[in-house]
């Protein structure tokens, strides 16, 4: 009687531990799902409904908030202008911190490790800390309102974790494998990418994710170094958006919807590679 009311107990508290868990899920996922919801919704009804409706759905559907903005040439330029630089940063980033993690992590040298400290401390570094010497130093340079004063800027705070990860991943590949390489009459950049990379896969897909959606969402050193329209990217159309049409709810409501849509589609896409990556680095820790 003792054991069947002990594992009784024991399976109750695990159906209690599972709802608490799946209770806590359900919150946070309504609280990520019922705002995208009512901004859905939102952007098919018009000011009026939206004031008496706020809630319900609409009555009629205002179709024409969605199509306006997808008929727009400002919204796809601004697209376009994301999706550059956020390619862009994404190549810079992954192509130096490869290499950079390749050295820190098969080459033994004097002041490797405060060497590689010195990137770490990076991550401490806050960007908005930065901002004012760097708008600064992009204006002597010539770089405001060009997409690189975007691009670099990005790279540089983007590389420390980057750093930091790759390292892990590359000390993780076995020393007999570069041994046999080398046997095999291998260089050390040869090693590094013939071999070292392709295994690598999965780290450079996760990093790859990880730069570009920080570039998609970056809105403070865009606002900063563009005053052109002409590359605007989507954060700042957003707010550019937002205070000129701050009368229509409505049509702001249908702006931010669209303007997620090309960030959720890339998640879609790119989900897979990133949880492969982030098991594979598990794993392999």
Request: glycine share 8%; charged share 10%.
């Amino acid at each position: 009687m003792s054991h069947i009311s002990s594992r009784e107990r024991a399976r109750t508290q695990r159906r209690l531990r599972h709802l608490g868990l799946h209770t806590i899920v359900i919150a946070i996922g309504a609280l990520i799902i019922v705002p995208i919801g009512y901004g859905v919704l939102g952007g098919f009804k018009s000011n009026q409904q939206l004031s008496t409706n706020p809630f319900g759905l609409p009555s009629p559907w205002v179709v024409s908030n969605y199509t306006d903005v997808l008929t727009s040439p400002d919204f796809w330029r601004q697209v376009g202008n994301s999706t550059f630089i956020a390619i862009a940063t994404a190549l810079i980033v992954v192509a130096t911190a490869a290499l950079a993690g390749f050295v820190f992590a098969r080459f033994a040298f004097r002041g490797r490790e405060l060497l590689f400290t010195l990137f770490t401390m990076g991550l401490m570094f806050p960007f908005a800390v930065a901002i004012l010497p760097l708008f600064v130093l992009l204006r002597a340079m010539g770089l405001l309102d060009n997409p690189l004063g975007v691009i670099l800027p990005q790279a540089a705070f983007a590389l420390p974790v980057t750093i930091v990860i790759l390292r892990g991943f590359f000390r993780t590949i076995p020393g007999e494998v570069e041994e046999a390489a080398t046997l095999d009459g291998c260089s050390a950049f040869g090693f590094f990418w013939r071999i070292l990379l392709p295994m690598a896969r999965p780290a450079i897909a996760t990093v790859s994710v990880l730069a570009v959606v920080n570039s998609w969402n970056n809105f403070f050193l865009p606002l900063v170094v563009f005053n052109s329209p002409e590359w605007w990217t989507i954060p700042v159309g957003v707010q550019q958006f937002s205070g000129q049409y701050s009368t229509d709810t409505a049509k702001v409501l249908a702006y931010v919807i669209v303007a997620m849509l090309p960030a959720l589609g890339f998640y879609a896409v790119a989900e897979r590679q990133l949880i492969s990556g982030l098991t594979a680095g598990a794993t392999k820790g």
